[in-house]
């Protein structure tokens, strides 16, 4: 039996977390974890609405990750955009607004813009059953993305078909969300560098911020890394700003892709970049900045080799605040840069 004023008490406590929540990328985690949590689902995906295809945001399940790791996981799941023209579970909800909960997915068929697409499970040896897709949907109408939810578990572990009862509690939470991602979408846009897509200079000070308050508060760690490329003025004038720009944003894909997701990965201005690791010692700090100047090191540009020094700073044992962290970070990054650059470096 549902407990009812609990589900309502922990609603409005998760609508206060999404609104207050400007990363989208944590948003979106953040939001099918409540759904799954709240489901007891095994698995879902989020998918978010571009023009006329979905696009897998976030995929989550506990079975595959198991069984083959997180970034193999990922891989596998996080498919190319799906145009809504094909018929998919997902695709109908996106156009027509409606829920769908059934309780075995490969019992669909005969129907044309409703099926579920088994190419997923027969490569990676999945068994989906119970379904349960919602639109997140927002007050004026606005379909912005979708969210689904596969194999409810019972109290045994055993797969149930999810709760009909949940229906208005997800459709809730899904409209909720809704309005925090389309927030965090226009947020997105103020905050992020048109080259790279990072987080700019602006977010990166602001979060910083917050993050080194929370860290007082909370007693918790906070790291800063800069990243500065060497030799970019040179590689500019020898190859050209067009070439520059290219190796610019293949940077920032390597930071990105070898960052966790809730790693705060910005550029500050040029070829200067900048990476808050909350949570994380300074011994993280140093192995993370040293497995990334390797990355970028050992990565093959088209332009021809590049190479990056990097200053790590922490918070308590180098700073007190946030403005302290930066300027012992950038402290560390010319140290970095003075020994021979190529190089990690600390205080």
Same mark, same amino acid.
């Given at each position: 039996?549902?407990?009812?004023?609990? !589900?309502?008490?922990? @609603?409005?406590?998760?609508?206060?977390?999404?609104?207050?929540?400007?990363? @989208?990328?944590?948003?979106?985690?953040?939001?099918? /974890?409540?759904? $799954?949590?709240?489901? $007891?689902?095994?698995?879902?995906?989020?998918?978010?609405? =571009?023009?006329?295809?979905?696009?897998?945001?976030?995929?989550?399940?506990?079975?595959?990750?198991?069984?083959?790791?997180?970034?193999?996981?990922? #891989?596998?799941?996080?498919?190319? *955009?799906?145009?809504?023209?094909? *018929?998919?579970?997902?695709?109908? &909800?996106?156009?027509?607004?409606?829920?769908?909960?059934?309780?075995?997915?490969? +019992?669909?068929?005969?129907? #044309?813009?409703?099926?579920?697409?088994?190419?997923?499970?027969?490569?990676? =040896?999945?068994?989906?059953?119970?379904?349960? &897709?919602?639109?997140?949907?927002?007050?004026?109408?606005?379909?912005?993305? &979708?969210?689904?939810?596969?194999?409810?578990?019972?109290?045994?572990?055993?797969?149930?078909?999810?709760?009909?009862?949940?229906?208005?509690?997800?459709?809730? @939470?899904? /409209?909720? +969300?809704?309005?925090?991602?389309?927030?965090?979408?226009?947020?997105? @846009? /103020?905050?992020?560098?048109?080259?790279?897509?990072?987080?700019? $200079?602006?977010?990166?000070?602001?979060? !910083?911020?917050?993050?080194?308050?929370?860290? &007082?508060?909370?007693?918790? *760690?906070?790291?800063?890394?800069?990243? =500065?490329?060497?030799?970019?003025?040179?590689?500019?004038?020898?190859?050209?700003?067009?070439?520059?720009?290219?190796?610019?944003?293949?940077?920032?894909?390597?930071?990105?892709?070898?960052?966790?997701?809730?790693?705060?990965?910005?550029?500050?201005?040029? =070829?200067?970049?900048?990476?808050?690791?909350?949570?994380?010692?300074?011994?993280?700090?140093?192995?993370?900045?040293?497995?990334?100047?390797?990355?970028?090191?050992?990565?093959?540009?088209?332009?021809?080799?590049?190479?990056?020094?990097?200053?790590?700073?922490?918070?308590?044992?180098?700073?007190?605040?946030?403005?302290?962290?930066?300027? #012992?970070?950038?402290?560390?990054?010319?140290?970095?840069? +003075?020994?021979? #650059?190529?190089?990690?470096?600390?205080?």
């Amino acid at each position: 039996m549902i407990d009812r004023t609990r !589900l309502l008490d922990e @609603l409005l406590e998760i609508g206060i977390a999404l609104t207050s929540e400007r990363d @989208l990328a944590v948003l979106l985690e953040r939001i099918l /974890s409540q759904a $799954r949590r709240f489901t $007891r689902a095994e698995a879902g995906t989020l998918f978010l609405r =571009d023009g006329d295809h979905l696009r897998f945001a976030v995929v989550q399940n506990d079975f595959l990750e198991a069984r083959l790791g997180t970034q193999e996981m990922q #891989r596998r799941l996080q498919a190319e *955009p799906m145009p809504l023209r094909e *018929p998919s579970l997902a695709g109908h &909800v996106a156009q027509t607004g409606e829920i769908i909960n059934v309780s075995d997915a490969y +019992a669909i068929v005969g129907q #044309r813009t409703v099926a579920f697409n088994k190419a997923v499970d027969e490569t990676t =040896d999945y068994a989906t059953r119970s379904v349960f &897709v919602v639109p997140l949907q927002d007050p004026n109408g606005n379909i912005v993305g &979708v969210l689904e939810l596969l194999n409810a578990l019972g109290e045994d572990g055993a797969i149930v078909p999810f709760d009909p009862e949940y229906d208005k509690v997800i459709r809730a @939470l899904a /409209s909720q +969300a809704a309005v925090a991602i389309r927030t965090a979408r226009l947020e997105d @846009l /103020s905050f992020k560098d048109a080259l790279t897509d990072l987080f700019n $200079r602006r977010y990166f000070e602001l979060r !910083l911020d917050e993050e080194a308050k929370r860290a &007082v508060r909370f007693g918790h *760690p906070l790291a800063l890394v800069y990243v =500065d490329l060497d030799g970019f003025k040179q590689l500019n004038e020898d190859k050209g700003r067009p070439a520059g720009d290219e190796v610019l944003k293949e940077v920032a894909r390597l930071l990105v892709k070898h960052s966790r997701s809730f790693t705060i990965v910005a550029r500050r201005e040029g =070829d200067d970049f900048a990476v808050i690791l909350a949570n994380t010692p300074k011994a993280g700090a140093l192995s993370y900045a040293e497995r990334i100047r390797s990355v970028v090191e050992a990565h093959a540009f088209a332009q021809g080799p590049v190479t990056a020094s990097l200053g790590v700073a922490a918070f308590p044992a180098d700073a007190a605040t946030a403005v302290d962290l930066m300027a #012992r970070a950038e402290q560390a990054l010319d140290e970095a840069k +003075a020994r021979g #650059r190529n190089r990690v470096a600390q205080l």
